[in-house]
């Protein structure tokens, strides 16, 4: 089942969405190849300090977050990958490292690479390790108000 927090913000906020169950996966690239969706469709949650304060930095699965990109394009002084130990419990009713992309509703920031703006659809994560939620990426980027800041590229692609 998705976050309860998640879907009653949606439904609220009247946005289409589509949730998806596939098996049981934890890495961005596994839970892409388990739900049939290229790996630059599928946004991948990494938490990072930004200047000591917990923050989403928000990827397409198939790159990696290059921390002095993201330092730079939000001006920080430092930024640094958060361990899961650290904000497990910023989370409740979702699975260690299957957290969604909308950090306000956690209190945080939220920081979105624009190779992710490109897509008409977004699919992330919805609080477990076998469900996704499917939607626009327009109702995204409204909803989740996410900063754009350039944070990987063509270089670091994971795997």
Known sequence: MP????????????VKYVTITHSKA????EVAESAHIRGKDLAKTVMVYRDGDLAMAV???????VLDMLRHGTGARSVELAQE????????????????????LYGM????????AEDVEIAFNAGSHSELIRMAYKDYEKL??????????????VG
Do not use: I, W
């Open 3 to 14: 976050v309860a927090k998640l879907l009653k913000f949606l439904d609220a906020k009247g």
């Open 26 to 29: 934890y890495t961005a690239l």
């Open 59 to 65: 990827v397409p699965a198939s790159r990696k977050v």
């Open 85 to 104: 130990q650290e904000f497990k419990d910023q989370f409740p009713g979702c699975e260690v490292g299957a957290m969604p992309p909308f950090g306000h």
């Open 109 to 116: 920031e939220v920081y979105v690479d624009p190779h992710l």
């Open 144 to 157: 989740a108000q996410p900063r754009l800041v350039p944070m990987c590229n063509a270089g670091h692609p």
